[in-house]
């Protein structure tokens, strides 16, 4: 298969700022709330999210693989070269509490490696996108580019990451929502090597984003995950020059294994 990887990385651009704008209309209005078989949280953004992505990728005549699609057998999938891996709303405990910290997640696959990834976090109106052809990039103030926005208008726009800056701090990265015993001991074996540590948290893939940006040094998880929540995210890192790593291993985090949930897994700069 042959392919502009910048068309179809546009193509998710444009698909992630739609699927934010629902996202924020459900979001100013008094919404409920039901659990899927698994007990997480599931509601109106997440279920339109997935049919304003799903709809726009379809031409692309690529298979997709969503949170909030059907169920799809690894013999079916088991032979895909590419595909597109998607979290329409990624963070709906978030989304649920309020805090703003959820984004539309939707990477590329090639062979089990992200090759292009999309992270758009529509609260802050902030969105991160990259490729294996041109790096990773970060646009703030994103919903001010029009929906049909040309792909010079919007590198125009955009900032190369990583942002070169001064930091004094050893920055570690937590998940406002999951801390276990695994992480806590995993971070006082940091703060053993490192003098000065900071530890901040966020939510969704927003953690990884922020090693991208350089923002943070390391994000450990050692917790179940989907592929979708971190496909995107991932991309974001690699391009940047970071790492996503099976934790203990120098193996990088592979997509389309026959069960979905990641292992445990380190990100860092």
Known sequence: M???????????????????????DVYEIDFSVSLKT??????????????????????????????????????ERKNWEYYWLVDPLDGTKEFVSRNGEFTVNIALIKNGIPILGVVYAP????????????????????????????????????????????????????????????????????????????????????????????????YPRFGTTMEWDIAAGHAIVKYSGGKVMQAGTTDELKYNKPDLRNPFFVVSR
């Open 123 to 218: 609260v802050p109106d902030v969105l991160y996108f990259a490729s294996d052809e041109i790096g990773a990039y970060k646009i703030e103030a994103f919903s001010s580019c029009k929906i049909d926005a040309s792909w010079d208008d919007i590198l125009m726009k955009s900032v190369k990451l990583p942002i070169k800056k001064d930091r004094n701090n050893f920055t570690i990265i937590a998940s406002r929502s999951h801390m276990n015993e695994e992480t806590l001991d995993y971070i006082s074996k940091l703060k053993e090597l490192h003098r000065n540590t900071e530890i901040i948290s966020a939510g969704s893939s927003l953690k990884l984003c922020l090693i991208a940006e350089n923002k943070a040094d390391v």
């Open 38 to 75: 698994d007990k997480s949280p599931i509601t109106e953004a997440d279920r339109q999210a997935h049919h304003i992505i799903s709809g726009a990728l379809k031409e692309t005549l690529i298979p997709l693989l969503s949170e909030e699609g059907r169920e799809i057998p690894y013999d």
């Open 2 to 24: 042959k392919f502009s990887n910048i068309a179809f990385l546009n193509k998710a651009i444009q698909a992630s700022l739609s699927a934010g704008k629902a996202i924020m």
